[in-house]
């Protein structure tokens, strides 16, 4: 009985000591809290302490839970690079403010950048998909007893596929409203969650999403842009579509370049069958070009450029 407690007390240890980040905690770290973060095998930030993910954090009152009270950011971080990060932090802040919730006092850039990293580095990853969600404290029915905030940072291997074929259909069962809380990153996503099905259960690769105008808005989970020509069109915010950072950094690029023009106005669904080409950006995959809508298809050649200008612009990004 002692042998094999003292064989799986050295393994423990070795497992302590093969981890760069329990290594590098401070003494007043115990040796159990070192021991549960060693055989815990996927580490989570929950208000700047790393934790193991199946430990309890939210209770029945939680408002993300009840209330979708709650927003989200998703990153890229390449190394010790967030791509994009003072967007992401801007939009953030700005969201924040809109739904009355009150910024700590330490929630600078720089805070915001460490506390990604430090997740990032507590899972060993040389490249992650982040996810940092914020929402009030508990409390309250709808009216919130509290506007201060908790936050809970995911880092997960970034895995990136911009696939050769991607086909997409409409979603016209439920609209996305107009209007500016659509442009918010909330967790109130059940229309993407039931499109999501819909696509899943009609081989689709994803699905657009209509207002109640019956515009397009934006897909499951990117912006949407359609090519005719030289001219280059998204739905504008007002049309209920969420204020990407790709989508914003497309259409600075295209800005700044003579062969194309960059239009913001609301589109029918009927122009899918018209234009030459359509693409969707996001945080993840960047650039995803469409090859196919019902029996309509798309060439590729403005996405496929804008790829590339994209991926020179995430190397430059801090």
Excluded at 190 to 215: G, H, R, Y
Aim: with cysteine.
């Amino acid at each position: 009985m002692g042998k094999s407690n003292c064989r799986t007390e050295t393994h423990h240890w070795g497992l302590v000591k093969k981890n760069k980040f329990i290594k590098n905690l401070g003494p007043e770290i115990s040796w159990v809290t070192r021991f549960f973060l060693a055989v815990s095998s996927t580490m989570i930030n929950y208000n700047g302490s790393i934790i193991a993910k199946r430990s309890a954090l939210l209770t029945v009152n939680n408002r993300a839970l009840k209330y979708g009270d709650a927003l989200f950011e998703t990153l890229k971080v390449i190394g010790d690079k967030i791509i994009f990060a003072e967007d992401h932090y801007f939009r953030l802040m700005a969201s924040m403010r809109m739904l009355r919730m009150k910024i700590p006092i330490e929630f600078t850039l720089d805070f915001f950048k460490k506390e990604i990293l430090k997740t990032v580095e507590a899972q060993e990853l040389e490249s992650a998909r982040v996810r940092l969600s914020v929402y009030r404290k508990d409390g309250g029915f709808y009216l919130p007893k509290h506007n201060t905030i908790e936050y809970i940072i995911e880092a997960h291997q970034l895995k990136t596929l911009v696939k050769t074929r991607y086909e997409i259909d409409l979603f016209k069962d439920y609209y996305v409203y107009s209007g500016l809380l659509s442009t918010l990153k909330t967790t109130n996503k059940i229309i993407n969650v039931l499109a999501s099905i819909f696509a899943d259960e009609n081989d689709l690769d994803n699905c657009l999403l209509i207002n109640e105008k019956k515009q397009l808005v934006e897909a499951l989970n990117a912006n949407v842009f359609l090519v005719n020509g030289n001219q280059v069109i998204t739905p504008p915010l007002s049309e209920g579509c969420l204020k990407g950072i790709v989508r914003k950094n497309i259409i600075d690029i295209l800005h700044k370049d003579a062969d194309y023009t960059i239009v913001e106005a609301e589109i029918s669904p009927f122009e899918l069958q018209r234009v030459d080409e359509v693409f969707l950006t996001n945080t993840i995959l960047g650039v995803q070009p469409v090859t196919g809508y019902r029996k309509k298809m798309y060439t590729t050649e403005v996405a496929v450029g804008l790829q590339k200008k994209l991926a020179i612009l995430e190397d430059l990004s801090s």
